[in-house]
Protein backbone atom coordinates (compact mmCIF):
# COMPACT_ATOMS: atom_id res chain seq x y z
CA UNK A 1 0.00 0.00 0.00
CA UNK A 2 0.95 3.72 -0.59
CA UNK A 3 1.62 6.16 1.92
CA UNK A 4 1.73 10.00 1.23
CA UNK A 5 2.48 12.26 4.71
CA UNK A 6 3.15 15.61 5.19
CA UNK A 7 5.26 17.19 7.48
CA UNK A 8 5.84 20.73 8.51
CA UNK A 9 3.24 23.01 9.11
CA UNK A 10 2.44 25.31 12.41
CA UNK A 11 1.86 28.34 13.33
CA UNK A 12 4.10 31.34 12.10
CA UNK A 13 3.73 35.20 11.75
CA UNK A 14 3.16 37.28 8.69
CA UNK A 15 6.31 37.99 6.92
CA UNK A 16 7.47 34.40 7.88
CA UNK A 17 8.65 31.25 6.14
CA UNK A 18 7.98 27.69 6.73
CA UNK A 19 8.80 24.49 5.15
CA UNK A 20 6.82 21.66 4.31
CA UNK A 21 7.88 18.54 3.39
CA UNK A 22 5.91 15.37 2.12
CA UNK A 23 7.44 11.47 1.76
CA UNK A 24 5.95 9.19 -0.39
CA UNK A 25 6.46 5.18 1.01
CA UNK A 26 5.16 1.59 -0.12
CA UNK A 27 5.32 -0.54 -2.89
CA UNK A 28 6.31 2.24 -5.75
CA UNK A 29 7.65 1.64 -9.18
CA UNK A 30 7.23 5.44 -10.20
CA UNK A 31 6.38 8.62 -8.83
CA UNK A 32 4.73 11.18 -11.39
CA UNK A 33 3.35 13.93 -10.62
CA UNK A 34 4.34 15.62 -6.78
CA UNK A 35 2.70 19.08 -5.39
CA UNK A 36 0.62 20.99 -2.92
CA UNK A 37 -3.31 21.66 -2.33
CA UNK A 38 -5.04 23.99 0.20
CA UNK A 39 -8.01 24.20 1.76
CA UNK A 40 -9.36 27.51 4.04
CA UNK A 41 -12.12 27.09 6.06
CA UNK A 42 -15.53 27.64 3.94
CA UNK A 43 -13.45 27.33 1.01
CA UNK A 44 -12.91 24.70 -1.96
CA UNK A 45 -9.27 22.97 -1.94
CA UNK A 46 -6.81 24.53 -4.44
CA UNK A 47 -3.76 24.47 -6.45
CA UNK A 48 -0.78 25.66 -4.67
CA UNK A 49 2.26 24.02 -6.91
CA UNK A 50 2.60 20.90 -8.66
CA UNK A 51 6.15 19.44 -10.36
CA UNK A 52 6.01 16.18 -12.94
CA UNK A 53 8.55 14.17 -12.74
CA UNK A 54 9.56 15.82 -15.88
CA UNK A 55 10.64 19.06 -13.91
CA UNK A 56 7.48 20.76 -15.09
CA UNK A 57 6.30 23.56 -12.61
CA UNK A 58 2.79 25.19 -11.79
CA UNK A 59 1.85 27.06 -9.54
CA UNK A 60 -1.22 29.36 -8.13
CA UNK A 61 -1.08 32.71 -9.15
CA UNK A 62 -1.82 34.11 -5.59
CA UNK A 63 2.06 32.42 -4.33
CA UNK A 64 3.94 32.73 -7.42
CA UNK A 65 7.53 34.51 -6.44
CA UNK A 66 6.40 33.40 -2.63
CA UNK A 67 6.59 29.58 -2.89
CA UNK A 68 8.73 27.20 -3.94
CA UNK A 69 8.09 23.39 -5.04
CA UNK A 70 11.21 21.36 -5.20
CA UNK A 71 11.39 17.53 -5.69
CA UNK A 72 13.44 14.76 -4.40
CA UNK A 73 13.15 11.72 -7.11
CA UNK A 74 15.31 9.42 -5.50
CA UNK A 75 13.40 9.76 -2.02
CA UNK A 76 10.18 10.06 -3.47
CA UNK A 77 10.00 13.47 -1.25
CA UNK A 78 8.18 17.04 -2.10
CA UNK A 79 8.58 20.06 -0.89
CA UNK A 80 7.28 23.06 -0.72
CA UNK A 81 9.49 26.70 0.70
CA UNK A 82 6.63 29.15 1.25
CA UNK A 83 8.55 32.75 2.51
CA UNK A 84 6.70 36.20 3.05
CA UNK A 85 3.48 34.14 4.06
CA UNK A 86 0.37 36.13 4.37
CA UNK A 87 -2.85 35.33 6.76
CA UNK A 88 -4.57 34.40 3.25
CA UNK A 89 -2.23 31.89 3.45
CA UNK A 90 -4.21 29.68 6.22
CA UNK A 91 -5.31 26.84 5.29
CA UNK A 92 -4.05 22.46 5.53
CA UNK A 93 -1.98 21.46 3.47
CA UNK A 94 -2.34 18.58 1.66
CA UNK A 95 0.26 16.51 -0.64
CA UNK A 96 -0.80 14.90 -3.50
CA UNK A 97 1.12 12.87 -5.45
CA UNK A 98 0.62 10.60 -8.50
CA UNK A 99 1.94 7.10 -7.92
CA UNK A 100 2.77 3.99 -10.31
CA UNK A 101 2.24 0.81 -7.77
CA UNK A 102 1.05 -2.51 -8.10
CA UNK A 103 -2.54 -2.83 -7.03
CA UNK A 104 -4.56 -6.98 -6.87
CA UNK A 105 -1.36 -7.52 -8.85
CA UNK A 106 -1.60 -5.27 -11.67
CA UNK A 107 0.83 -2.32 -12.34
CA UNK A 108 -1.30 1.00 -11.80
CA UNK A 109 -1.14 4.37 -11.77
CA UNK A 110 -3.29 6.25 -8.81
CA UNK A 111 -3.48 9.27 -7.34
CA UNK A 112 -3.05 10.24 -3.61
CA UNK A 113 -3.26 12.36 -0.71
CA UNK A 114 -1.59 12.65 2.47
CA UNK A 115 -3.51 13.52 5.44
CA UNK A 116 -3.01 17.26 5.64
CA UNK A 117 -0.85 19.94 8.13
CA UNK A 118 -2.01 23.10 9.45
CA UNK A 119 -0.26 26.29 8.55
CA UNK A 120 -1.89 29.07 10.71
CA UNK A 121 -0.42 32.55 9.27
CA UNK A 122 -1.23 35.56 12.48
CA UNK A 123 -1.01 38.85 11.24
Known amino acids: QVQVVESGGGLVQAGGSLRLSCAGS????????MGWYRQAPGKQRELVATKSSGDNTNYADSVKGRFTISRDIAKNMVYLQMNSLKPEDTAVYYC?????????????????WGQGTQVTVSS
Open 26 to 33: GVIFSMNT
Open 96 to 112: YAVVGTVLLGEKRTLNF
